[in-house]
């Protein structure tokens, strides 16, 4: 098991509980989790790399307990409890220091510096909170937000007062006050700005440092509710994703689409670009991975996984070029396989053709009958 952990540059929770790993290198993947002591409330909602170096992984359950998975060892090395099942399931998890820092849907956010002992901290983040994210700069911060619930910037540090409070934004043309549902969000590096996607199809850019709590950008993309998002490489990219499969590129100095990732074919639950290299992994309810290029927005790895997929977190380390000569030939021996079976099938034409087909007959036996009645009808 610890080699095959090693070799994964790509990790998915699923609905069923399992962790799977994915080498994309050598195109397989691993289940990394017992199937048969599964149950409902084991259900993965959030992962998170519990160090720098990424030999650990976090993940945190339904039913409130997070666990720790060694990847340099293959297997789980510690299991706590750090939410009841009544106070909903994570929404974030991160790791300050050498604290553990959880939120959960009913709002409550606290920091864990003791295992098995009580939290060191407890902030009500409010409720109805979606999601929980971390400062890539300052591990003390945190953003979180949710339905009816806007976007707020912690710092555990001092967790008197917010940071910074956003301000919903102005009532629209029928002076109708405009709901707010943050589903996600992303600091944007080299800035105190927070980029966020709502359940309205919105992406909003919001900037601590200014005057103003309300936006300084706002876009929309489709007709559906955005579920996730991610920066790419430079941060003048966000990729985002919604309840459609529907996977998109804005530009956030303008606030524009620029492109779109096509292949998705359920709603989108986990979305991650790559912190170096121009890719962005997705998964969802489909229950496929995929990973696309920013470039060309071309599809370069696609694995099926057998579960719904609840969250994905990449590895740092850049994915080594295919080289797993036995994966890589054993793909090659299925796609001409199915070569061999789709040209060996006989062509059956759909029943618009058989219809089509079927009239044609009639119309030719209609004129061979007029035929012989005018040759009749010459002879007399």
Partial sequence: MAQRSELCSV?????????????????????????????????LRVLS???AAET????????????????TKGLFTESRRCAEPDHGAFTGLAVAGSALVTCVETGRLRLWKEEGGEPALEVDAGRNVCRMRQSPVRSSVVATGGKEN??????????????????????????????EWVRDMAFIPGSEKVVTCTGHHEVRIYDPAASQ????????YGEHPLTCLSLAAGGTTVVV?????????????KGLVHGCLKGLAGGVRGLQCHPSLPLVASCGLDRFLRVHSLEDRT??????????????????REPEEPGGGEAVEATKEVEVEVDEVWSNMEKI??????????EQEEEEGVERKSKKKKKKAAKS
């Avoid at 409070?165 to 629209?172: I, L, P, T």
């Avoid at 709590?213 to 929309?220: F, I, K, M, W």
């Avoid at 694995?303 to 969250?311: A, P, T």
């Fill in 11 to 43: 990790w998915l929770g699923s609905e069923t509980g399992i962790l799977k790993g994915v080498s994309l290198a050598r195109r397989q993947a691993f289940n990394f989790t017992e199937t048969g002591s599964l149950s409902r409330g084991q259900e």
């Fill in 49 to 51: 790399w519990g160090d």
């Fill in 56 to 71: 650990e992984l976090l993940l945190g359950a339904v039913d409130g307990t997070v666990r720790t998975f060694s990847t």
């Fill in 150 to 179: 806007g976007l707020r910037v912690w710092d555990l540090e001092r967790p008197e007062q917010p940071l910074f409070s956003a301000k919903n934004v102005r009532n629209d043309w029928l002076d109708l006050r405009r709901p």
């Fill in 213 to 220: 709590r309300r936006p300084v950008l706002e876009a929309r």
């Fill in 241 to 253: 994703g919604n309840t459609q499969g529907q996977v998109a590129m804005l530009d956030l100095r």
């Fill in 299 to 316: 599809l370069q790895h696609k694995v099926y996984l057998k579960s719904r997929l609840n969250c994905i977190l990449l590895a740092g």
């Fill in 349 to 358: 034409g759909t029943e618009k053709t058989k219809r089509r087909s079927g």
